[in-house]
Structures are given as C-alpha cells and as structure tokens.
C-alpha cells in the first residue's frame, strides 16, 4: 500500500508551498457514518468534522473516511481492507479528494480547468464541465506543441497582486469520441473512465507544473465554426464560481476562494468559446479569435 | 418597533469592478448584483433599518428620496426570497 500511495503522490509531483501529511490507518474496525452531507461530488460525500469544525470525507464504493481538521495542514486517512483491496480506484477518486481538501489550507484552491501555455508564452485556462471538450482542447493543443498542464484539476494560488496556476501530472483523458477527433491511436487504458489517457509529450507537446493565466475560456462544443465571445467579469466571476463547486465549501476558506476566483477573472481575458471542428484544421484558430 | 437587517452570515461577496457577485454556502447557490445592490449588501454586515439603507443611497447616487426607497424595498423583497437576509425586530 505504501508503494503504491508514495507513487502515487510522486507522480502528481505538485510543488506544494510547505509540507502536508496523509496518514493513511488500515482498519477493520467498522468507520462511522456521516450525518450531514454538506456536498457530493461521484464517488466521495463531505460532513463537517469532528465538533463542526473543518470536512469527514467519505469514499462511497467502500469503507474509507477522512477528516481534514480545519487550518490544518495534516490528514488522518482511515481505510477498510475492502478499500485497500481497490486502492487504485480509492486513490483517483476519494484520496484525490482528500488532497483537493488538504491543498486548500495551503491556499491551493481547487477550479475545474484545463491550463496551457501558447507559443507565445501566454497561459491559457479552459474551463467547462466533462462534456465542454476540455480535454480534447488540451490534447489538440499538445499536438501543436503548446505546454500543457492539466485537462481537468487545477489549483489557484494567490502571487503578489495575481493568481497562478498548479497542475499535477496525470495523463491526458480522451473518450473514444476524442481520440477519433485527433485520429490518435495508442495511449494508455483507463477502465474505469472508460477512456484512454496521453501524456503531452506522447502527443508532441510539454507538461508544464504551473500557468499564469492571460486568457480565460469557458468552453462548449457546437456543431458549426469555432466562435468567441468576450465576457465582462461579473459574468467571469459567476462562470469560475460554477467550475469551482469546493468555493461554496467551508466558510473559512470560502471567501479566500472567491477572491481568488475574482483576482483570476480580473487578470484575464475571458471568452465564452464554442469550440468547432475547425479547430482541428486551424492550429492558430484560437489565437486568432482571441487577439 | 422598526425592522433591522443583516446579511445572512453564509454570504459571501466579491466586488468585480463595482458590480457584485454573492455566495449562498447554505444554500450553495450564487448571484450577481448590480453596483447599488452590492453597496447594500456590504452595509449589512450589520444590522440596518430600512431608513439606514435609504440614506445610504441617498448619500452615494443621485436618486431622489422616492427612488431610493422604492429601490432599497425592490431590493430586500428579492434578498427575502433568496434568503441573503435575516431580520431582526428593534424595539
């Protein structure tokens, strides 16, 4: 077990700004339930913790819980033997929760996100839900030789007056519906999404750890040519708020969060982008409708 | 007796170039408010008469006293239903 979560965490290799603890206990006590759940995402429930104070998470498929203490910047992790028997499935799903939970007490807060850097050196953010092409956006912009990030979890962090960006490593997650988009064989089987993941540099670009956002795109798929519309930031703000489901976890840290959020759209450039299938002829497409 | 309100301590504000952008944590539902709407909801970090909130409009826009308090009634009606306030009863 120990391999498998110390492999695990340095795979992501985050550069956290001071040094968390995941202490992870096997048991086969029974694990109390939770009694209130305050949010849901698939796989993990959340309650307040212990006393009302900081989160218990709750990994759904089998006996595993969390408590994140509030202002803390260590976890204790309990696991049933029926857990550990799917710690990979555990990991991607409740333990990575657990991080998200934990990277926030550091500051790091948590947007649903692709992030890139274009040839020009600006970083970019694609925002949107599984279904806004974010990660064939970020597939296809590797095959242009852009860095590339992430495709799905990224992580805001306050520097000076802006905001940065942090990714952690993990492969590129196209569905089948993608994979024939970039006519891209190969990659690495993901069952349990029911996808197959690439890393950038199988797709000839770079992985990059961090991005300075210059151009915020809330993205959907359409069926016509790939257009952009500028948004002001008000309606920014709202759009980050709702690819950032944990700001409304916490009232600590909410408004820490939302100022975040704000920083970031105030920063950037923000487009609501409908992306078409142009973009898969026109490299520079994105670019253009954005200067 | 006069009602006073004050911002439902689940909120919280964002100020985006003047206009506002406001959390629900209770109820995780979010919204955007215009300029004066969010003057008002930073004003009711404590608890303010429905005089209070007038004059507070008064004192920043040119609204002639009509105006001000057709607009601070519109606005707590909506903050009401969407519960962003509670209210409290002064003797």
């Known amino acids: 077990m120990h391999r498998v979560l110390h492999g695990w965490l340095d795979g992501l290799r985050l550069q956290v700004p001071q040094p968390l603890a995941l202490e992870v206990v096997v048991t086969d006590a029974p694990l109390p339930s939770l009694v209130e759940t305050v949010f849901e995402q698939p796989e993990v429930r959340f309650a307040r913790g212990p006393g009302g104070h900081g989160l218990r998470l709750e990994w759904q498929e089998a006996p595993a819980i969390a408590d994140v203490a509030a202002g803390g910047t260590s976890v204790l992790v309990r696991l049933s033997l029926a857990a550990v028997e799917r710690l990979d499935d555990c990991t991607r799903t409740f333990l990575m929760a657990v991080l998200v939970a934990l990277l926030r007490r550091v500051g790091w807060h948590h947007l649903h996100a692709a992030t890139a850097i274009d040839p020009a050196g600006r970083g970019w953010l694609v925002a949107g839900d599984a279904q806004a092409g974010k990660s064939t956006t970020a597939a296809l912009l590797a095959t242009w030789k852009w860095r590339v990030g992430t495709d799905d979890v990224a992580f805001l962090e306050r520097h000076g007056e802006g905001v940065l960006v942090h990714t952690c490593r993990a492969p590129i997650a196209l569905r089948e519906g993608g994979r024939r988009l970039l006519a891209r064989a190969g990659g690495v089987k993901l069952p349990a999404r029911d996808k197959v993941g690439y890393w950038p540099e199988d797709l000839g670009g770079v992985w990059t750890p961090i991005v300075e956002p210059q151009i915020v795109i809330f993205t959907s798929v359409g069926d016509a040519q790939t257009t952009a519309e500028p948004l002001e930031r008000r309606v920014a703000v709202t759009e980050l708020v709702r690819w950032s489901a944990w700001v409304m976890l916490e009232l600590d840290l909410a408004q820490q969060h939302l100022d975040l959020l704000t920083c970031l759209a105030r920063q950037a450039r923000c487009y609501r982008v409908t992306l078409g299938r142009d973009l898969f002829t026109r490299p520079n497409r994105l670019i253009e409708l954005v200067a | ?91």
């Open chain 2, 1 to 91: 007796m006069s009602e006073r309100f004050v911002r439902h301590p689940d909120l919280r504000l964002a100020d985006v170039e003047g206009d506002g952008v406001v959390l629900h944590l209770g109820s995780r539902r979010y919204f955007s408010v215009s300029e004066s709407g969010l003057t008002l909801l930073q004003a009711l970090d404590a608890p303010r008469s429905l005089e209070d909130l007038v004059q507070l409009l008064l004192d920043r826009y040119d609204v002639t006293p009509d105006q001000a308090e057709a607009s601070v009634r519109t606005f707590l009606e909506s903050c009401r239903a969407a519960e962003l306030l509670v209210t409290q009863d002064a003797r």
